[in-house]
């Protein structure tokens, strides 16, 4: 997996230095994006699950999810057409040992798209707790893991109901057996497999795309343009290509000589430094962005120096923190690491990145919070290879042409770590979207 990766990075699909006015790529019918997240799922279960369960030593894991209210594991399990579990739906992983590999099986009402062997015929049992005891029973499993967890929210799916009914239908020996699947779920949901990666700069490159529009005069017409405006033509945009959203964007103003960050109705005006925090949802996977732009003051050509200064701390504070990732490392260790070069560096850096892929603030271990810069339980989490990140982060500085003022350059960008390097999906930020847009852009990629 990690050499696959590795080649794909190496024939630089994965941009470091991102487009000022991106294309933007093809978004695929409903149909065949069900297809190609199908092929994936398949992959992810026959690779995934089965190394995940030998690194643990778990030969068995059970996963229970009802309609609507699904496991987070089972809602990423379900093929494309299969949009909730239907009813209850209980997924079996066994492993069998050796070259037998892990069965898959359901044993619910309804099939799951041929990816789970059906297990349950209600004429002959009725009790759909007793046909999953049975079936636990006939291979003796030595550890049962479920999703049941007081730290990691992705590994506590199992609610407490039918977790009282699972170990009631059980033998004591086999109650026992019982193991939390932590590692099983944060593993899962966290991977990512080199046929999503080849896919997913192009999933990045929408989002980039469609923050460039929504920051630039085809938009934004200074002195009648509210925040709240773009706000919503975000939302409408991201509806009109039939593409999610996993959380309302935002769009602020750092104004000179205002003591806080203005949005809502308030209008964008020149020489106003624009903030958006973005984010979209395509083909089950996740983006998280943040940008930045500047509105040009008339004769201005460009963005003050202290402002570009401040764009560049930022960029130097995401150094410091993609080169202190390490396999193995907890989050809390990535994260003082992190902040040490970088105030060595006479940087001000607040870091608060964060796993993506499944979901927006996904498994994996945390690397600080805006409101906390020191260590967290959940950031005791190891860092794995072959994983999705947003390198979220702000550097505070003064700027001179502003009397000053201290400002907080906040950028986020999404990026992937193989194991030895963190490379951005579709490049970062290094300059300002400009209003109205200037003929200084970057139209190439340029991986460095």
């Known amino acids: 997996m990690i050499l696959t990766i590795a080649a794909l990075l190496a024939t630089s699909q994965l941009c470091q230095t991102e487009l000022t006015d991106p294309g933007m790529p093809a978004v695929l019918p409903l ?57 209850r739906t209980i997924l079996v992983f066994h492993d069998r040992g050796g070259q037998m590999g892990v069965e898959r099986l359901t044993v619910s009402r309804y099939g799951l798209g041929g990816l789970f062997a059906p297990a349950w015929d209600p004429d002959a049992e009725p009790d759909q707790w007793q046909r999953l005891a049975a079936i636990i029973a006939a291979r003796n499993p030595k550890k049962i893991a479920l999703n049941v967890s007081g730290l990691h929210s992705f590994a506590d799916g199992l609610t407490a109901s039918q ?17 939390p699947a932590d590692a099983l779920a944060i593993g899962w949901l966290e991977t990512r497999i080199p046929a ?57 103003i750092t104004r000179m000589g205002a003591d806080k960050t203005l949005d809502g109705d308030t209008v964008i005006q020149p020489g106003d430094l624009l903030w958006t925090d973005f984010g979209i949802s395509y083909l089950g996977l996740n983006t998280d962005t ?31 923190l993609t080169s202190s990732f390490k396999v193995g490392a907890p989050g ?49 989490w190891p860092m794995r ?12 500085a003064k700027v001179p042409e502003w009397g000053g003022q201290s400002v907080s350059f906040r950028l986020e960008e999404d990026a992937y770590f193989d194991g030895n390097t963190v490379r951005y999906i579709d490049g970062r930020q290094t300059r300002f979207h400009l209003l109205p847009r200037s003929g ?5 990629c340029e991986a460095k």
């Open 163 to 179: 977790n009282d009914d699972l170990r009631a239908a059980l033998p004591a020996k086999l109650r026992g057996r019982i193991v």
């Open 31 to 87: 149909r065949q994006r069900a297809a190609l997240e199908d092929r994936w799922l398949k992959e992810r279960l026959d690779t995934i699950v089965p190394a995940l369960m030998r690194e643990n030593g778990v030969d068995m894991w059970v996963l229970v999810a009802r309609e609507y209210l699904e496991d987070p594991v089972v809602a990423t399990m379900l093929d494309g057409e299969s949009m909730h579990a239907r009813r």
């Open 290 to 320: 943040q940008h930045m732009a500047y509105v040009l003051k008339p004769g201005e050509t460009d963005a003050p120096a202290g402002l570009k200064a401040g764009l560049a701390a930022a960029n130097g504070v995401q150094d410091a």
């Open 440 to 444: 200084d852009s970057v139209t190439a």
């Open 385 to 396: 290879a072959n994983t999705a990140w947003s390198i979220e982060l702000a550097a505070r």
């Open 332 to 380: 809390n260790d990535v994260l003082a690491a992190a902040r040490a070069k970088a105030i060595a560096a006479g940087l001000e850096p607040t870091i608060y990145s964060h796993p993506i892929g499944y979901h927006g603030h996904a498994a994996g271990t945390p690397i600080g919070m805006w409101d906390n810069q020191g260590p967290r339980e959940e950031g005791k």
């Open 196 to 252: 999503e990666m080849a896919v997913y700069p192009d999933i990045v490159r929408n989002a980039h795309a469609i923050i460039a529009e929504g920051l630039s005069d085809r938009v934004i017409t200074p002195g009648l343009t509210t925040t709240k405006d773009v706000v919503w033509w975000y939302r409408e945009r991201i509806a009109g290509l039939k593409l999610g959203t996993w959380f309302q964007p935002s769009v602020n």
